[in-house]
């Protein structure tokens, strides 16, 4: 079945230290995005990619950087620049039609240590 | 970017029917409007669109006001499953050039929906 797969489920992190969340998808969707979600709060958007070799920053960029060398693969590091990187991080792709047919990964839960 | 208003939370018995109100006084003429619903520890889950017209699918209605500046969707019977957090959201669909809107979810704090057995 086609879907989103998000590697780890649970992540622990040292301070100062750069960590990589993986974000596949097999779903033929151009877009893919990159959202946080801190306790009781909504989705912020981190980044986002239209097509491949293509992406931009969303609300909250800061610390954070991607890539998108394929169209089934986007994945995020978090940065040692990135102050308070405990959240929830969820990955999401799109056809590309103007926020139609969103289809998300189940997350990955990052704990600074 | 046209924002939405939603109540924190609702509850409703079991077997019951749940209308979340939606509030968007400032949408555009093009302006989808959106349901999600995110249960604990996953992510969100399509739920319905409209653009004018009430909706209705295998999940829920959405019934859209007709000056389009509020919408509600309806669980027409709420199980235990329904219990989760519903956004609704606006978004510009794609435009024929790239803009900062297009194809982006806003998505605010949503409406915790509690449903009691």
């Known amino acids: 079945d086609g879907g989103i797969t998000q590697s780890p489920k649970y992540l622990f992190r040292k301070e100062g230290q750069n960590v990589t969340l993986s974000c596949e998808q097999n779903?033929?969707?151009?877009?893919m995005y990159w959202y946080r979600q801190d306790p009781g709060q909504g989705l912020r958007l981190i980044y986002y990619s239209q097509i491949v070799n293509d992406f931009q920053k969303g609300d909250i960029a800061e610390g954070y950087s991607v890539s998108r060398e394929k169209k089934e693969s986007f994945p995020l590091t978090v940065t040692s620049a990135q102050k308070n990187p405990t959240a929830f991080y969820l990955c999401a792709s799109s056809p590309g039609t103007g926020g139609f047919g969103y289809t998300f990964g189940s997350g990955t839960r990052l704990t600074v240590v | 970017d046209a924002k939405t208003t939603q109540p924190n939370s609702m509850e409703s018995n079991e077997e019951e029917p749940v209308h979340l109100p939606c509030n968007h006084s400032?949408?555009?003429?093009?302006?989808?409007i959106h349901w999600y619903r995110q249960l604990p520890s996953q992510g969100p889950e399509y739920v319905i669109h409209?653009?004018?017209s009430n909706v209705n699918n295998r999940m829920a209605s959405l019934a859209i006001a007709e000056d389009r500046k509020s919408s509600t969707l309806i669980l027409h019977r709420a199980t235990l499953r329904d219990a989760a957090v519903y956004y609704c959201i606006l978004s510009v669909p794609c435009p024929p050039e790239p803009t900062d809107s297009w194809g982006k979810l806003q998505f605010g704090a949503g409406t915790q929906v509690v449903v009691t057995p």
């Open positions: 779903l033929n969707h151009d877009a």
């Open positions: 400032t949408i555009s003429g093009t302006d989808y």
């Open positions: 409209g653009l004018t």
